[in-house]
């Protein structure tokens, strides 16, 4: 089945170790995105990509960061975690277009010790 | 500006019962698109059901019907016969036209709580 594939799905990193989260798509969808989701909120857009053209939030600390080396894969890097980055990782994909929904992968839950 | 509005945080419901989350929107653009889409305990995003501005009728699929009133921006959820698996939060979300980089719009979010 077609399909939005994240790794790892639980993640546990120390105070300022770097870490990276991976997401793959088979749907050959052109539109990657990552979301940040914490505890009862809304997920919030940290970027997304649109083929390779990269759409950085305005509010995305600069401690996140971002690689889409080709369609099927995309990774989130966080450079130097904080106790306030412990949350939801969401990937998901989608057609170019108004009217096409968006798919996610499972999530990768993130804590920081 | 807030664009996409729930009201109910948390809701509970009778097993197959019928229940009706409410959304509404705010966009000047006349092309946009509305999803729900169900979170589970688990954490994964689930699609559910989607209107486009255009579409004349409201959308169906399945348990899940979507009362779209255009003018009162509104695109509310109806889960008919509820199941104890529908215990979970829905987001309604929405999509505007090119200018907005294809972004969705999320709401705050309801809980919904099945009971047997």
């Known amino acids: 089945d077609a399909m939005v594939i994240q790794n790892p799905r639980y993640q546990v990193t120390q105070f300022g170790k770097p870490v990276t989260l991976s997401c793959s798509q088979t749907?050959?969808?052109?539109?990657m995105y990552w979301y940040q989701q914490k505890s009862s909120q809304a997920p919030k857009l940290l970027f997304h990509?649109?083929?390779?053209?990269?759409?950085n939030e305005a509010d995305t600390p600069d401690n996140f960061q971002s690689r889409r080396p080709n369609t099927s894969f995309c990774f989130l890097d966080i450079r130097s975690p904080g106790l306030g980055d412990a949350a939801m990782y969401l990937c998901?994909?989608?057609?170019?277009?108004?009217?096409?929904?968006?798919?996610f992968g499972p999530g990768t839950r993130l804590t920081v010790l | 500006a807030q664009k996409i509005t729930q009201t109910q945080p948390g809701m509970f419901v009778q097993e197959k019962e019928a229940v009706t989350l409410d959304c509404t929107y705010d966009?000047?653009?006349?092309?946009?698109?509305l999803f729900w889409y169900k979170q589970p305990s688990s954490g994964e995003m689930i699609f559910l059901i989607y209107?486009?501005?255009?579409?004349?009728q409201n959308a169906t699929e399945g348990r899940y019907s979507l009362n779209f009133q255009k003018a009162r921006k509104s695109a509310n959820l109806v889960i008919s016969a509820s199941q104890l698996g529908d215990s979970a939060m829905y987001f309604c979300?929405?999509?505007?036209?090119?200018?907005?980089?294809?972004?969705?719009?999320f709401g705050a979010g309801t809980t919904v709580t099945v009971r047997a």
């Open positions: 998901a994909t989608s057609r170019g277009g108004i009217y096409n929904e968006q798919f």
């Open positions: 749907l050959n969808h052109n539109v």
């Open positions: 990509y649109y083929d390779k053209d990269f759409n």
């Open positions: 966009t000047s653009d006349p092309s946009y698109g």
């Open positions: 209107q486009g501005s255009y579409d004349q």
């Open positions: 979300a929405m999509r505007e036209g090119p200018s907005n980089d294809y972004k969705l719009s």
